[in-house]
Structure formats: structure tokens, C-alpha cells
């Protein structure tokens, strides 16, 4: 069920008329003037029409404490879109690690035309770290699809793709950076919100796809499918250079600036999600008071739009960030492996992709990752890419993802 707030502001109002006024002559740009340049002309376009009043569809409050999973609390149909697709910006309810509700923002895209028979497969994107404050969420970004790796080969397959923001981003809410239930949560429950929209022709098939944050998020979200949402037919599990092992990740990352980065967005959220039930887990229990100092700063910054200015307070912190080794001083390294993935195993396929030049994923942790998984009975591909980075192996992967997804599910 779908339901639209009746609290719109004048901001709100003024978007939709806009939307409204606009529409025709955007429809006849894409009519008349052939060719791709002109195609992502009048996206541009479009995304910049949805721009006035949209702090708005985030900050009007919603319901949150009643209702299931899945259900769309709010929407509006986008614009500035990829070609021949339909799409909408969400608002979602979801639960935490600790089944207590939430309300979680994305964005769902469908292509257009007839799905097949029992709806079309739904792939549910979990996106690599962005930050951790609300205003860097993915679907409030000038562009909501551009950093979805691989959307437009999902779509000429067929699939309706969903991309959540994870708890925090977006809609207000409490943080879940590297919190893996909760954004497994998040991104099952995506998965139900798309097959809520009449239109998207959302089916029962699931393919789950993450890079990074959002490779943790997705295998999390593999491990608690069979509990949490059993009537989702997860078919396949696939992830780039995932944060698996995060005891391996900040043993190897914690004395960079990229260790200080995630670290100061990873910790300011653990303290906050478990400092109030597990003794020593504040803040200050494990950075020093100058990274105390520093986090909040940190944390109001988004990783890709503000790298120059976290590198500017991150870099005095290296080799002054932590108190002690939190790989191996409790309940650092309990809350670590507990936000590991890999605990249980799961019925679908999984396709892992390594670049062989990750410096901050490191290529022998992925394989030390695959052999686990494969020891419990999941069936397992691991992908390296000789050339790729962190930054670059979810496309680099691309055509192999695309050939595995054909060999092993036939979606």
C-alpha cells in the first residue's frame, strides 16, 4: 500500500507545478530531438527541475511506528530519468538490527514496455560508502542514478533496479554505516517497496548487486533473506570488492587516511547504535580526543563531493586516530565481527569481484573471504581484474557479471 503525507509546503508545492508545467515540453524534447547527447540533455533537465523543494519529500515527517517492511510511505514519479524507463523517489519502511522501525529513502527504475510473465526480476543496488551524513544520500544527488554501476545493462536485461540509501541518508534517522543487519534490512526491504509500485512490474525474482558498504550490506541481506523476508526469491549474490571482513579491512586501512575516514564514520556510528547497551563503546573509548574532536566535522562530509576537505582534517589523525588496536581490544572487535559478513550460509550463487590494484580492499582478504564462503557450501565465482581499483572494478566486472548471471540463473 502507498500513501502520500498531507503535509506538503509551500517548497513542495511549488516542485510539483513546476513538474507539472514542465512535463509536455520535456516529453516533446525527447520526441523530437533524436540521439543520445539529446536524451541526457533533457535528463539534465528533468533532474533540475525536481530540485526546488526537495529537502522536502525528506523532511516531512511519516508514520514510523506501525505498518510492515517494504511498505512506501511516500513517492513521487521522476523526470530526469534514463531513457525509456519509468522511476520514482521513495520513502520506505524498514527495521534496524534490532527489528525497531525506521523509514529508509531510494529510488526505484523500471524500463518501460510488457514484463514477463511473473513480473519482471528485481535487482536491489547497495552503493559504496557516499559518507554517512543524511544530505549524502544517493536519490538526493543531482543525478540519483548516475553512481548505479551497471543500471543501464540491468535494465535492457529487464530488471527493475532499487537503490536504497540505508538508514540515516536521506530520510533522519538513526546512522548505519557498516551496520550490516540494518542495511540488509534496508536493502530487502527495497526490494518489497518496488513490488509495491503497480507500474514497475516487480516480480518475486531477486538479484542482489553491491560494491564496497554496499557488498557488506548485500551479503548481509543474503544471510537474513530466509528469515527476515522468505518470500523473496533470492537468486543471485553479487559484489565488488566488498567490506566483508571488517576486522581485515581496518587492520590493514586504520594507519591511512582512508582507514581515518572510514574509521571516523564507522565508529561515530557504532558508538551511537550500541554505546548506550555495550560498556566501552563510546567515542572516546577507542579514538584519541583529537579524532573525537575531529569526527563530527568528518562526519558532516560526503566522501566523493568533499575528499579535498576530509583529507585536510583526516591527515593530521594518521598515526594519532585510535586509542588502541580496535581489531583486537573489546567490544571493538566483537562489534567488528559481529558487522562481519560470512556467519551463515545462503542458498544463491555468489560472484565476487576483486581488482588486483584495490589498495584499500586488499586482494588477499577477498580471496581469504571467497574460500570461507565456499566452505560453507555457497557456490562461489571469484572474479579478479588485473587493472582495476577500488574505484573502478564494479564496472571493470561488468561483462563478467553479465556472463555469470546468464550461466548460473539465467536472468
Known amino acids: 500500500m502507498t500513501s502520500e503525507s498531507p503535509r506538503r509546503g509551500p517548497a513542495s508545492r511549488h516542485r510539483h507545478a513546476l513538474t507539472h508545467r514542465w512535463a509536455p515540453f520535456f516529453a516533446a524534447v525527447l520526441a523530437l530531438v533524436g540521439g543520445g547527447v539529446a536524451v541526457l540533455e533533457a535528463r539534465i533537465v528533468g533532474d533540475l527541475l525536481e530540485r526546488p523543494g526537495l529537502e522536502e519529500f525528506y523532511l516531512d515527517p511519516v508514520p ?107 530520510y533522519p534517522g538513526p546512522d548505519s554505516y557498516l551496520v550490516g543487519a540494518t542495511e540488509g534490512n534496508n536493502v530487502l526491504d527495497a526490494v518489497r517497496a518496488a513490488q509495491s509500485i503497480p507500474a514497475g512490474d516487480a516480480g518475486a525474482s531477486v538479484v542482489l548487486w553491491g560494491h564496497s558498504q554496499g ?32 576486522t581485515a ?57 568533499h575528499t579535498k576537505e576530509l583529507h585536510a582534517i583526516g591527515q593530521p589523525l594518521v598515526g594519532n586516530f585510535v586509542l588502541s588496536d580496535p581489531t583486537t581490544t573489546p567490544p571493538w572487535d566483537d562489534l567488528l565481527a559481529q558487522n562481519s559478513a560470512g556467519s551463515v550460509a545462503f542458498d544463491a550463487p555468489l560472484y565476487i569481484a576483486q581488482g588486483l590494484k584495490d589498495t ?40 563478467g557479471l553479465m556472463a555469470w548471471l546468464d550461466a548460473h540463473v539465467g536472468l
Open 360 to 399: 584499500l580492499i586488499h586482494p588477499q582478504d577477498t580471496r581469504d573471504f571467497a574460500k570461507h564462503e565456499a566452505s560453507l557450501g555457497i557456490d562461489v565465482t571469484l572474479a579478479e581484474v588485473p587493472n582495476a581499483t577500488h574505484a573502478t572494478i564494479a564496472y571493470f566486472t561488468l561483462p
Open 215 to 246: 557488498g557488506q550490506a548485500v551479503l548481509f541481506a543474503a544471510e537474513r533473506a530466509a528469515d527476515y523476508a522468505p518470500e523473496l526469491d533470492v537468486r543471485a549474490v553479487a559484489v565488488a570488492a566488498p567490506a566483508a571482513d571488517l
Open 64 to 170: 514510523e511506528s506501525s505498518g510492515d517492511p517494504g511498505e512506501i510511505m511516500r513517492q513521487e514519479e521522476l523526470i530526469g530519468l534514463p531513457f525509456d524507463t519509468r522511476a520514482w523517489r521513495i520513502l520506505y519502511r524498514s527495521t534496524d538490527l534490532n527489528g525497531e522501525p525506521l523509514i529508509v529513502s531510494g529510488i526505484v527504475v523500471a524500463p518501460l514496455g510488457p514484463p514477463p510473465a511473473g513480473g519482471r526480476t528485481v535487482l536491489s543496488w547497495g552503493h559504496p560508502t557516499t559518507g554517512s551524513a543524511r544530505d549524502c544520500a544517493p536519490s538526493m544527488a543531482a543525478d540519483p542514478f548516475l553512481d548505479i554501476e551497471g543500471l543501464r545493462l540491468m535494465l535492457d536485461r529487464g530488471f527493475v533496479v532499487v537503490a536504497t540509501d540505508y538508514a540515516g541518508m536521506g
Open 249 to 305: 579491512l581496518l587492520d590493514a586501512d586504520i594507519d591511512d587516511i582512508s582507514g581515518v575516514t572510514i574509521g571516523s564514520y564507522a565508529f561515530t556510528a557504532y558508538a551511537g547504535v550500541y554505546g548506550d547497551s555495550v560498556a566501552g563503546a563510546q567515542l572516546s573509548d577507542i579514538l584519541t580526543p583529537a579524532a573525537v574532536a575531529a569526527a563530527p566535522e568528518m562526519n558532516d562530509l560526503c566522501l566523493l563531493t
